[in-house]
């Protein structure tokens, strides 16, 4: 059985996303180079931490946010992203 807290967290919205690139490149013929992208989304800021240390452990490319219509609006660079994750909070 879920406890109240659990039942909420299922109907919140999630608020935070990962995109990430990985190194991965699908080809149709050799002289075409093409990257994968994708996103996850999160419900806490700590969860999308996580996932995004995850996706640079594995030598992938990260940008990170906060989605519409969620405020204050954050945006979180890949240049920005180790020390993103490694702030609390």
Do not use: H
């Not at 299922?10 to 690139?21: I, K, Q």
């Not at 989605?67 to 992203?81: E, G």
Request: aromatic share 10%.
């Amino acid at each position: 059985m879920l406890s109240l807290f659990e039942a909420n967290r299922l109907t919140e919205p999630d608020t935070w996303y990962v995109s990430y690139r990985s190194n991965i490149e699908p080809r149709r013929d050799q002289r075409e180079r093409r990257c994968v992208r994708a996103t996850r989304t999160f419900k806490a800021e700590s969860e999308a931490k996580r996932f995004a240390q995850e996706v640079i452990e594995n030598g992938w490319s990260a940008i990170a946010g906060t989605l519409n219509p969620y405020t204050p609006k954050k945006t979180v660079a890949s240049t920005q992203i180790l020390d993103w994750i490694a702030r609390k909070g």
